[in-house]
């Protein structure tokens, strides 16, 4: 046997045997492994915090602001938290818990509702249960850490003590192991916790209800799309706990499964005011679970209106659901490589930090956070200016402890707020259009008896100024999306039929026919206006007879008298027609050589509008002299008849910048008998019943376009001012009002728009001044 | 003072104390106060630790110090009843401890607190000594089983506060001292098949839900690789019960050769380690001062237990040999598998490294035991009987 000697030296190299092989362990986790727990350590405190970047404003030709970023805030569920430490949320999850565990029960729930299953009912069901279930062994260990941390929450949020006082006695009397209840405890006392647990409810329905009325509450679409208000979210949650139910989402053609529901906060209403928030905060010990956080919304100087929709919806990004392109292409763009490559530059542990993975989670981070925190227009000149007026996410990657507070930054990639856009509508000259068109939308469609007709009554107001085509104003009525995610109505995007509003371009074709002998009947062998045409077998009437008016130009078309057109038509056969529409941009190119290519107005960024069309098939040729077959929106037509106002045709644009015109030098003395023609409609023709056109010096032509079975008409009226006033500015405008009432002509509804609108500008000193007098006064 | 004098006389011992050891010692207890230090950082809950465990210390060195001077055979006059006095206060924990984190293991004092499981540890190291001093006693496999009740009794109370690392280091405590007493191996292998069934038994009867859940992602841990670290069960985990040993890992792993410096460890000082002034110390140690700052500490605990081994080899008495056996391998195991439970090597089990950890309990007992067997190694008494000093 050996020596106790020996024992002790076999013990002592026992002991070093085990140094041994622990310095081996540590030598392999310590040094050969040290970059892989060196990159682990990194995972573990370096993060990157996004900066939401600021979205540029959109402002009209004033400078004055049209679409803003303001800060707010929000608000969010964590749940996991609100059922752990909120007191309405512990009862409602711990009676839950306890009712599942009778026999034949595994389905009970409570909810966040008044009544049976409610919070209260809950708290009732917790106070019956015996304490002995609380003592070690008794119910399945996490079971009943569940529900001793739910009464103690309950208990201790309604009484005022600590948790670990509350716990403390409840364990102590569970020791006992009797038949007494929760209920039977020495403190707290029922007396107690009752008032307190109902404040605490009442608290949180008193939310709710603020919340719901709120028009930014409610749920973030998704199956709980139609869940709104807090109680909703909630009981969402509530399920998605029960369930553990957890986030799924697909990548590269896998389904990836991430966090519980629950453990994410879930916002569940936007734009809070700030009262309200400020109260949350204040009282956030009393709203555990329900967090305040800040953000920013998107303030219109409008509601719901046609500028409301002009301008358009921005929606968080993770809700616009762009496409994989593009969000790669935001990241080429946003993301400098080199950003990425410098990234752990600054780390004075650089040696140990794989770049590339570093870089790789930069990369993953910011397309996750552009998701979560950047906005996107969607519809109108948000979306059509949405690289302008979007900025770039900010980054930093920082150093942050276990609870994710920062301790240092290491780098960052600089926010930048999104630029300005500067758009060339006047907010004044806005709200003045579209109180006109709303005027004019409510007169005509009052008129009506039937309500089917009613409802198809729509108008519509285009202002460009004539030198420049800026777009000053665009309203239209009714506006068919305040959301804007349609498109606007009819009055906006679509075409009407013009009616005779086109016999201006008729007109200047005839006539430099007769100058250059293309193909036409001279007006010299017209025939008198006797208000009927034959033309294949068909009578064509005009409104009345106009004799030998009807043969002259000028008064024919002050008069609007169709024969004359009629006839011009039967000359100039549809090459001709069509080359007058073509000259103006009402109608598209015939093909590359086409002389009047440069006319066609090209499609305009954010401008929601149709391109004009011509329709031969339902139309005889003279019919299409006086409009019909022919369709355009009011904007194109105010284009061509800006031609009138300064000779030049020009490209309408929602930018404030220099864009190219048509000079229309062949046509000048054509285009003179058309403006004399104009004018003489304003002072002593179809529109002669309107004074305020006559006494600011409009010219311009109504239009009547029978469209209906029962003879409903669209009813137009086009013109300009005759002088450029402030800035250079000249007014020249289209308004439409479609689907009238029979005998109701252009001059009587359109014409009576453009005098409301007028008279809105008139009857403002500003306004007047800076449109209506020659130079603004000077 | 006369020459010779009583008085003369015990302190005369103190120039026997073995210079080095106490040396190795004030090293731990030095180190375990300036890695506190760093682990304490500015964090509120960990406020005063420091000062405390020098506290400890001095106490414990003072404590020591009183007994350098009397004879150990008084040692052995106390040690049933101090055995008994252990067992008494391990078994009146249920009912006389408050309860906190769910175990009850201290007993509350204003300003201070004692861990009876602490001193149990050298209570039964005693009881040992003083049963197996007598040759006969260890020789045969019947005679290991009173020294297995005498180990059990503390061990099986501890268990059930529950503080499974603790009673862990009973059986090498008991098999090593059995051992040196000249046990037979078959008898020492018994024993460990013994122990093997019970904690067989131990998994389907005493160990709670977490405690094995611990074991279970321990076994785990070792298929996790970079393809399935990214799995939301993996992941689950890591928040979960894998949660200390994987940050003490990190911790540890990404030290290299010389760590980043005392108070710079980005575990410890952003919060990453749990209760890193206690259970995890030496992942602190390895964060900061990387592998050769860990075997020059773990040096220093070899260099404690070689040190009493030694001393062990040297005394020809057998209560005091023993004791020292039993010491040394209490500090030597439980430092070992402090370090094993930083490095994952063994379940997350919560124990402190000896002198090292903050602990008051921990710091005095193993003080004092360190003391009593300085006092053995200082005596070098003559075998007078076969057994001892009986």
Same mark, same amino acid.
């Given at each position: 046997?050996?020596?106790?000697?020996?024992?002790?030296?076999?013990?002592?190299?026992?002991?070093?045997?085990?140094?041994?092989?622990?310095?081996?362990?540590?030598?392999?986790?310590?040094?050969?492994?040290?970059?892989?727990?060196?990159?682990?350590?990194?995972?573990?405190?370096?993060?990157?915090?996004?900066?939401?970047?600021?979205?540029?404003?959109?402002?009209?030709?004033?400078?004055?602001?049209?679409?803003?970023?303001?800060?707010?805030?929000?608000?969010?569920?964590?749940?996991?938290?609100?059922?752990?430490?909120?007191?309405?949320?512990?009862?409602?999850?711990?009676?839950?818990?306890?009712?599942?565990?009778?026999?034949?029960?595994?389905?009970?729930?409570?909810?966040?509702?008044?009544?049976?299953?409610?919070?209260?009912?809950?708290?009732?069901?917790?106070?019956?249960?015996?304490?002995?279930?609380?003592?070690?062994?008794?119910?399945?260990?996490?079971?009943?850490?569940?529900?001793?941390?739910?009464?103690?929450?309950?208990?201790?949020?309604?009484?005022?003590?600590?948790?670990?006082?509350?716990?403390?006695?409840?364990?102590?009397?569970?020791?006992?192991?009797?038949?007494?209840?929760?209920?039977?405890?020495?403190?707290?006392?029922?007396?107690?916790?009752?008032?307190?647990?109902?404040?605490?409810?009442?608290?949180?329905?008193?939310?709710?209800?603020?919340?719901?009325?709120?028009?930014?509450?409610?749920?973030?679409?998704?199956?709980?799309?139609?869940?709104?208000?807090?109680?909703?979210?909630?009981?969402?949650?509530?399920?998605?706990?029960?369930?553990?139910?957890?986030?799924?989402?697909?990548?590269?053609?896998?389904?990836?499964?991430?966090?519980?529901?629950?453990?994410?906060?879930?916002?569940?209403?936007?734009?809070?005011?700030?009262?309200?928030?400020?109260?949350?905060?204040?009282?956030?010990?009393?709203?555990?679970?329900?967090?305040?956080?800040?953000?920013?919304?998107?303030?219109?100087?409008?509601?719901?209106?046609?500028?409301?929709?002009?301008?358009?919806?921005?929606?968080?990004?993770?809700?616009?659901?762009?496409?994989?392109?593009?969000?790669?292409?935001?990241?080429?763009?946003?993301?400098?490589?080199?950003?990425?490559?410098?990234?752990?530059?600054?780390?004075?542990?650089?040696?140990?930090?794989?770049?590339?993975?570093?870089?790789?989670?930069?990369?993953?981070?910011?397309?996750?956070?552009?998701?979560?925190?950047?906005?996107?227009?969607?519809?109108?000149?948000?979306?059509?200016?949405?690289?302008?007026?979007?900025?770039?996410?900010?980054?930093?990657?920082?150093?942050?402890?276990?609870?994710?507070?920062?301790?240092?930054?290491?780098?960052?990639?600089?926010?930048?707020?999104?630029?300005?856009?500067?758009?060339?509508?006047?907010?004044?000259?806005?709200?003045?259009?579209?109180?006109?068109?709303?005027?004019?939308?409510?007169?005509?469609?009052?008129?009506?008896?039937?309500?089917?007709?009613?409802?198809?009554?729509?108008?519509?107001?285009?202002?460009?100024?004539?030198?420049?085509?800026?777009?000053?104003?665009?309203?239209?009525?009714?506006?068919?999306?305040?959301?804007?995610?349609?498109?606007?109505?009819?009055?906006?995007?679509?075409?009407?039929?013009?009616?005779?509003?086109?016999?201006?371009?008729?007109?200047?074709?005839?006539?430099?026919?007769?100058?250059?002998?293309?193909?036409?009947?001279?007006?010299?062998?017209?025939?008198?206006?006797?208000?009927?045409?034959?033309?294949?077998?068909?009578?064509?009437?005009?409104?009345?007879?106009?004799?030998?008016?009807?043969?002259?130009?000028?008064?024919?078309?002050?008069?609007?008298?169709?024969?004359?057109?009629?006839?011009?038509?039967?000359?100039?056969?549809?090459?001709?027609?069509?080359?007058?529409?073509?000259?103006?941009?009402?109608?598209?190119?015939?093909?590359?050589?086409?002389?009047?290519?440069?006319?066609?107005?090209?499609?305009?960024?954010?401008?929601?509008?149709?391109?004009?069309?011509?329709?031969?098939?339902?139309?005889?040729?003279?019919?299409?002299? +006086?409009?019909? =077959?022919?369709? $355009?929106?009011? #904007?194109? &037509?105010?284009?061509?008849? *800006?031609?009138? /106002?300064?000779?030049? %045709?020009?490209?309408?644009?929602?930018?404030?910048?220099?864009?190219?015109?048509?000079?229309?030098?062949?046509?000048?003395?054509?285009?003179?008998?058309?403006?004399?023609?104009?004018?003489?409609?304003?002072?002593?023709?179809?529109?002669?019943?309107?004074?305020?056109?006559?006494?600011?010096?409009?010219?311009?032509?109504?239009?009547?376009?029978?469209?209906?079975?029962?003879?409903?008409?669209?009813?137009?009226?086009?013109?300009?001012?005759?002088?450029?006033?402030?800035?250079?500015?000249?007014?020249?405008?289209?308004?439409?009002?479609?689907?009238?009432?029979?005998? +109701?002509?252009? =001059?009587?509804? $359109?014409?009576? #728009?453009? &005098?409301?609108?007028?008279? *809105?500008?008139? /009857?403002?000193?500003? %306004?007047?001044?800076?449109?209506?007098?020659?130079?603004?006064?000077? | 003072?006369?020459?010779?004098?009583?008085?003369?006389?015990?302190?005369?011992?103190?120039?026997?104390?073995?210079?080095?050891?106490?040396?190795?010692?004030?090293?731990?207890?030095?180190?375990?106060?300036?890695?506190?230090?760093?682990?304490?950082?500015?964090?509120?809950?960990?406020?005063?630790?420091?000062?405390?465990?020098?506290?400890?210390?001095?106490?414990?060195?003072?404590?020591?110090?009183?007994?350098?001077?009397?004879?150990?055979?008084?040692?052995?006059?106390?040690?049933?009843?101090?055995?008994?006095?252990?067992?008494?206060?391990?078994?009146?924990?249920?009912?006389?401890?408050?309860?906190?984190?769910?175990?009850?293991?201290?007993?509350?004092?204003?300003?201070?607190?004692?861990?009876?499981?602490?001193?149990?540890?050298?209570?039964?190291?005693?009881?040992?000594?003083?049963?197996?001093?007598?040759?006969?006693?260890?020789?045969?496999?019947?005679?290991?089983?009173?020294?297995?009740?005498?180990?059990?009794?503390?061990?099986?109370?501890?268990?059930?506060?529950?503080?499974?690392?603790?009673?862990?280091?009973?059986?090498?405590?008991?098999?090593?001292?059995?051992?040196?007493?000249?046990?037979?191996?078959?008898?020492?292998?018994?024993?460990?098949?013994?122990?093997?069934?019970?904690?067989?038994?131990?998994?389907?009867?005493?160990?709670?839900?977490?405690?094995?859940?611990?074991?279970?992602?321990?076994?785990?841990?070792?298929?996790?690789?970079?393809?399935?670290?990214?799995?939301?069960?993996?992941?689950?985990?890591?928040?979960?019960?894998?949660?200390?040993?994987?940050?003490?890992?990190?911790?540890?792993?990404?030290?290299?050769?010389?760590?980043?410096?005392?108070?710079?460890?980005?575990?410890?000082?952003?919060?990453?380690?749990?209760?890193?002034?206690?259970?995890?110390?030496?992942?602190?140690?390895?964060?900061?001062?990387?592998?050769?700052?860990?075997?020059?500490?773990?040096?220093?605990?070899?260099?404690?237990?070689?040190?009493?081994?030694?001393?062990?080899?040297?005394?020809?008495?057998?209560?005091?040999?023993?004791?020292?056996?039993?010491?040394?391998?209490?500090?030597?195991?439980?430092?070992?598998?402090?370090?094993?439970?930083?490095?994952?090597?063994?379940?997350?089990?919560?124990?402190?490294?000896?002198?090292?950890?903050?602990?008051?309990?921990?710091?005095?007992?193993?003080?004092?035991?360190?003391?009593?067997?300085?006092?053995?190694?200082?005596?070098?008494?003559?075998?007078?009987?076969?057994?001892?000093?009986?």
């Amino acid at each position: 046997m050996s020596s106790t000697r020996d024992r002790i030296g076999v013990l002592s190299v026992g002991l070093g045997l085990g140094v041994l092989l622990l310095c081996g362990h540590l030598w392999l986790l310590m040094v050969q492994q040290q970059p892989v727990w060196s990159a682990r350590s990194h995972e573990n405190r370096w993060a990157f915090r996004a900066v939401p970047s600021q979205r540029g404003s959109l402002l009209d030709r004033h400078g004055r602001p049209l679409a803003v970023d303001e800060p707010t805030t929000e608000l969010a569920v964590h749940y996991v938290v609100f059922r752990r430490r909120h007191p309405i949320g512990a009862a409602v999850h711990g009676a839950t818990l306890l009712a599942r565990l009778r026999a034949g029960d595994q389905a009970a729930e409570y909810r966040y509702v008044d009544g049976p299953r409610g919070p209260e009912m809950a708290l009732q069901d917790l106070y019956a249960l015996p304490l002995r279930f609380l003592a070690r062994g008794a119910l399945p260990k996490q079971v009943a850490s569940e529900l001793a941390s739910a009464i103690t929450t309950v208990l201790a949020s309604c009484s005022g003590r600590s948790r670990s006082r509350v716990f403390a006695a409840i364990r102590q009397a569970a020791l006992a192991r009797d038949e007494r209840t929760i209920a039977d405890l020495a403190e707290p006392t029922v007396a107690e916790v009752f008032p307190k647990f109902r404040e605490r409810w009442a608290a949180l329905r008193q939310l709710d209800a603020q919340l719901t009325v709120l028009p930014s509450a409610g749920a973030r679409g998704g199956e709980e799309a139609d869940a709104r208000g807090l109680f909703a979210t909630l009981e969402f949650l509530r399920r998605a706990s029960l369930d553990e139910t957890r986030v799924t989402w697909q990548q590269d053609g896998e389904e990836k499964v991430g966090n519980k529901l629950e453990e994410i906060a879930r916002t569940f209403a936007e734009d809070v005011p700030f009262d309200l928030a400020a109260e949350l905060r204040v009282a956030a010990d009393h709203f555990q679970g329900i967090r305040v956080a800040p953000a920013v919304r998107r303030v219109r100087s409008v509601a719901v209106s046609p500028l409301r929709v002009l301008l358009g919806d921005v929606v968080a990004l993770d809700r616009a659901m762009p496409s994989a392109e593009w969000l790669a292409q935001q990241l080429e763009r946003e993301l400098p490589p080199d950003w990425l490559t410098d990234l752990a530059d600054t780390d004075e542990a650089g040696m140990a930090i794989d770049r590339d993975q570093v870089a790789a989670e930069a990369r993953q981070t910011y397309a996750r956070q552009l998701l979560q925190h950047e906005r996107r227009g969607t519809t109108g000149l948000e979306a059509a200016f949405d690289d302008e007026l979007t900025g770039r996410l900010g980054l930093r990657l920082v150093e942050q402890d276990s609870r994710r507070r920062e301790q240092r930054q290491w780098n960052h990639l600089r926010v930048q707020a999104g630029a300005d856009v500067r758009i060339t509508l006047d907010l004044d000259l806005q709200l003045a259009a579209e109180r006109a068109t709303a005027t004019a939308h409510e007169r005509q469609r009052d008129a009506h008896t039937a309500n089917r007709d009613a409802d198809k009554v729509e108008a519509a107001l285009a202002v460009i100024d004539a030198q420049s085509g800026d777009v000053l104003a665009y309203a239209g009525s009714p506006v068919v999306s305040g959301g804007a995610r349609d498109l606007p109505g009819v009055v906006w995007v679509l075409n009407g039929a013009l009616g005779s509003v086109v016999k201006p371009f008729v007109l200047v074709e005839q006539l430099q026919c007769e100058n250059t002998g293309r193909p036409h009947r001279s007006i010299s062998t017209f025939e008198p206006c006797n208000d009927a045409f034959r033309y294949a077998g068909r009578v064509l009437r005009c409104s009345h007879a106009h004799w030998n008016d009807g043969i002259d130009p000028v008064t024919a078309l002050a008069e609007s008298c169709n024969l004359f057109y009629y006839q011009c038509a039967s000359g100039l056969l549809d090459d001709g027609l069509a080359r007058a529409l073509r000259r103006f941009g009402l109608a598209p190119p015939a093909g590359s050589g086409d002389p009047f290519a440069a006319c066609w107005q090209p499609t305009v960024r954010g401008l929601p509008v149709a391109a004009p069309r011509r329709d031969t098939k339902f139309t005889d040729l003279p019919q299409r002299a +006086v409009g019909y =077959g022919v369709e $355009a929106s009011p #904007l194109h &037509v105010a284009r061509a008849y *800006a031609v009138f /106002a300064t000779g030049w %045709l020009p490209t309408l644009g929602f930018r404030p910048e220099a864009r190219p015109r048509v000079l229309f030098d062949d046509v000048v003395s054509e285009t003179a008998v058309v403006q004399q023609g104009l004018r003489a409609c304003v002072q002593q023709g179809t529109a002669r019943r309107l004074p305020l056109l006559a006494e600011l010096g409009v010219a311009g032509k109504t239009g009547t376009a029978e469209v209906g079975a029962d003879d409903q008409n669209n009813a137009w009226f086009a013109g300009y001012l005759p002088h450029a006033a402030q800035g250079g500015v000249q007014l020249c405008f289209c308004a439409v009002v479609y689907w009238v009432k029979d005998r +109701v002509h252009g =001059g009587e509804a $359109a014409g009576q #728009l453009v &005098v409301d609108f007028l008279s *809105a500008l008139k /009857a403002d000193p500003q %306004l007047h001044r800076r449109y209506l007098v020659p130079e603004g006064g000077r | 003072m006369n020459v010779g004098s009583p008085d003369k006389k015990k302190l005369d011992v103190l120039a026997n104390v073995d210079g080095w050891l106490v040396l190795a010692t004030a090293a731990a207890c030095l180190c375990g106060l300036v890695f506190i230090g760093s682990a304490m950082g500015d964090d509120p809950r960990f406020a005063g630790q420091q000062s405390r465990q020098a506290l400890f210390v001095a106490c414990g060195f003072g404590i020591g110090f009183f007994l350098l001077l009397p004879h150990y055979v008084h040692v052995l006059r106390l040690a049933w009843p101090f055995y008994g006095a252990c067992v008494l206060a391990l078994l009146g924990l249920p009912f006389l401890a408050p309860e906190i984190n769910g175990a009850r293991r201290w007993y509350a004092f204003p300003g201070f607190s004692i861990q009876p499981s602490e001193f149990a540890k050298l209570g039964v190291v005693l009881a040992l000594a003083a049963l197996l001093r007598f040759k006969s006693r260890a020789r045969t496999f019947d005679g290991l089983l009173v020294p297995m009740a005498i180990a059990a009794v503390p061990a099986l109370a501890i268990v059930v506060q529950p503080d499974l690392g603790s009673a862990l280091v009973f059986g090498p405590m008991l098999m090593a001292m059995c051992y040196a007493a000249g046990a037979p191996t078959r008898s020492i292998l018994a024993v460990v098949a013994f122990g093997t069934g019970l904690a067989a038994l131990a998994w389907v009867e005493v160990l709670h839900d977490y405690q094995k859940e611990r074991i279970v992602v321990w076994l785990q841990h070792w298929a996790w690789h970079e393809g399935n670290l990214d799995s939301q069960a993996v992941r689950d985990v890591l928040r979960g019960p894998g949660y200390q040993p994987w940050q003490s890992l990190i911790a540890m792993g990404a030290g290299g050769w010389t760590g980043f410096g005392i108070g710079q460890g980005p575990q410890n000082r952003y919060d990453f380690l749990p209760y890193r002034s206690e259970d995890y110390l030496f992942a602190v140690v390895g964060e900061e001062v990387g592998w050769l700052g860990c075997v020059l500490v773990l040096g220093l605990t070899v260099a404690l237990a070689h040190g009493l081994l030694v001393i062990a080899m040297r005394t020809r008495e057998r209560f005091g040999r023993l004791v020292c056996v039993g010491v040394a391998t209490w500090i030597g195991t439980q430092s070992l598998l402090h370090v094993a439970v930083c490095g994952w090597l063994v379940p997350a089990t919560g124990l402190p490294m000896p002198l090292l950890s903050y602990g008051g309990s921990s710091t005095l007992a193993t003080l004092v035991a360190i003391a009593i067997c300085l006092n053995i190694g200082a005596r070098r008494e003559p075998i007078l009987a076969a057994d001892g000093f009986h």
